[in-house]
């Protein structure tokens, strides 16, 4: 395989993406055919593991390969489809597709019932009346009125230290990380704290970043201290502080993903790292994707001061991905108070849904499991005893269409017991008890 790394038409990934796609379609692949191992593609293509997991998960969604626990990735038929004049169905495979996930409660989508659609509706509108702004591209770094509601907005939630000025506005956090690793990209190395962001990974690693699994080896630190799933609880104010006061002795720069900071059943947000900071060492991600709609790409990172010059220099040349319109409307949603009166309503269907998913499942396990709701207010932990380990767990439910995660803080090997969570975000209510049912059967 011969691959063109100081290629600019493609990312690593992506050619490894559309080289095996073109062995898969052409039938040198054949459908039932394993897959190299990441592993092993890693090792043959002097590539980082993140990089061919990532092209695997491309082919995977495209419907071009399959995973099948513990034995790896196999070509599906596909094949045959692409290169037969006319479709062929295979029963079998039609439905373990259509199995293959039933119920994700691992998802970062958000409840049918959580938008006031008609609401936004109106914003749209309004902001689409203004003919004349509608006429001009959008300022490449944000349209400054939304960085000045944002600024009063994180300083006053979140305990930031910034100015409109620091704010940087785009189309998800793949764009502003896009902006944000030319102006870092003397520091080199980077370490993520949850190595599950395969999406940020493959943004460093195309510009040339290491990748390290141990921070003491990394330059940038890619934290999200407020996200809560297999990676164990929020990091307390003594960590956050015992963390910038080890980087700033290192001289190491933290990333800080801020994801899911608004969403706390037992205690009041904790300042983010940036705050902490003084605004100094740390640059800030957040979005308003979960608040809103995922389909609302609009997230936004603060700059520290050190790094402004840098970005005053290139900002010109960068294109605002987000859209202008949407920037306005949210604008003006934010100013009238509705983020505030969103986050509540939020967390109230959200907790509403999570009780019903925890008496489900105390109902269905008694007293062979330990069932209690996370910190977060969509997350539900089911502890049970078994044979198997969480990972085991997660992976058997994974093979009937169920997604969970595993959890592993405070978890030892062989303890007699799995624990996992359940997002309860995405899974409509009334579908709870068909899942609960599925989980049971796994273990009977």
């Not at 907005?153 to 230290?161: C, D, E, H, L």
């Not at 963390?243 to 059943?265: G, M, P």
Request: hydrophobic share 40%; net charge positive.
């Amino acid at each position: 395989m011969k691959l063109d790394f100081n290629s600019t038409h493609s990312t690593r990934y992506l050619q490894v993406y559309d080289y095996y796609k073109d062995l898969i379609v052409t039938g040198r692949l054949m459908p039932g055919t394993k897959m190299p191992s990441i592993r092993r593609g890693a090792v043959q293509l002097g590539l980082s593991r993140t990089t061919i997991e990532t092209a695997y998960l491309c082919l995977a969604a495209d419907g071009y390969i399959i995973s099948r626990p513990q034995s790896g990735y196999y070509v599906t038929d596909r094949t045959a489809m692409v290169l037969s004049s006319q479709p062929v169905h295979n029963a079998k495979s039609d439905t373990a597709a259509a199995r293959r996930i039933l119920y994700n409660f691992t998802s970062n989508n958000v409840d049918a019932d959580s938008f006031d659609f008609n609401l936004w509706r109106r914003y749209i509108k309004s902001t689409l009346r203004q003919d004349g702004r509608m006429l001009t591209y959008g300022e490449p770094q944000g349209e400054y009125e939304l960085r000045e509601v944002i600024c009063r907005y994180v300083i006053n939630k979140r305990n930031a230290v910034c100015r409109p000025e620091n704010i940087v506005i785009g189309a998800g956090s793949q764009a502003l990380l896009n902006i944000l690793c030319p102006l870092i990209k003397a520091r080199e190395t980077v370490c993520f704290h949850d190595t599950r962001f395969a999406q940020g990974m493959v943004i460093f690693e195309d510009y040339g970043f290491d990748v390290e699994k141990d921070k003491e080896n990394a330059n940038v630190l890619y934290m999200t201290p407020s996200h809560m799933t297999s990676l164990g609880d929020v990091m307390s104010v003594e960590k956050r502080l015992a963390l910038l006061k080890e980087c700033a002795v290192h001289n190491r720069l933290i990333i800080e993903d801020d994801y899911d900071n608004e969403f706390r059943y037992f205690s009041k947000p904790i300042p983010c790292l940036q705050g902490l900071a003084g605004g100094e060492n740390v640059v800030y991600l957040s979005t308003f994707s979960k608040l809103l709609l995922p389909s609302i790409r609009l997230s936004f990172m603060i700059l520290p001061d050190s790094l402004l010059p840098l970005y005053e220099k290139k900002k010109a040349l960068y294109n605002q991905t987000a859209s202008k319109s949407e920037q306005l409307a949210l604008c003006q949603f934010l100013r009238d108070g509705h983020l505030e009166s969103q986050i509540r309503k939020l967390k109230r269907l959200y907790a509403g849904k999570a009780k019903t998913l925890s008496a489900l499942l105390e109902e269905a396990f008694g007293a062979r499991a330990e069932v209690y709701m996370g910190e977060s207010v969509f997350l539900v932990h089911l502890k049970i005893k078994c044979a198997l380990t969480s990972d085991e767990l997660r992976d058997r439910a994974a093979a009937n269409g169920l997604l969970v995660f595993p959890y592993h803080k405070d978890s030892k090997k062989n303890d007699g017991s799995a624990h996992i969570a359940l997002s309860c975000c995405e899974v409509p209510v009334e579908k709870f008890p068909e899942a609960v049912k599925l989980l049971c059967s796994l273990l009977q």
